[in-house]
């Protein structure tokens, strides 16, 4: 597993990649920067990358993991329900693809405000 930091506003997590095309794509792309949108318990924006979604791609997701938006182009963090969630669970707008997990406590992008700056970079 590839390890990465996620930092959005004054919140740094530590998290892991997955070994599938998409997420060796954002593997290949970091560092990425961009504004956070949230919409309930996600954070996303939109990266760099342009693929089709994963064979395993998937609208509903657990708290902590990541994944990959194609329509939007967008990196997503879900620590908690959004809007179209059913219990406490996230759920995706549309199946993602899943790029990995936050490793540590994802509720902690609850502080993130709109608008704020996120960036990923490799751990070394």
């Known amino acids: 597993?590839?390890?990465?930091?996620i930092t959005a506003g004054s919140v740094s997590l530590p998290a892991e990649l997955n070994d599938n095309p998409t997420a060796r794509q954002?593997?290949?792309?970091?560092?990425?920067e961009g504004r956070a949108n949230v919409w309930g318990d996600e954070i996303y924006f939109e990266i760099p990358v342009r693929t089709a979604?994963?064979?395993?791609?998937r609208a509903d997701v657990e708290v902590g993991e990541l994944g990959y938006w194609p329509p939007?182009?967008?990196?997503?963090i879900f620590f908690g329900p959004t809007p179209v969630s059913?219990?406490?669970?996230?759920?995706a707008a549309s199946p993602v693809s899943i790029l990995g997990?936050?490793?540590?406590?994802a509720t902690l992008f609850r502080e993130v405000q709109g608008g704020?700056?996120?960036?990923i970079t490799r751990q070394e």
């Open 1 to 5: 597993m590839k390890e990465i930091i």
């Open 26 to 32: 954002v593997w290949d792309t970091l560092p990425i």
């Open 53 to 57: 979604q994963e064979p395993d791609a």
């Open 72 to 76: 939007g182009n967008a990196f997503c």
């Open 86 to 91: 059913t219990g406490e669970r996230p759920r």
């Open 101 to 105: 997990r936050v490793l540590g406590d």
């Open 116 to 119: 704020s700056l996120v960036r």
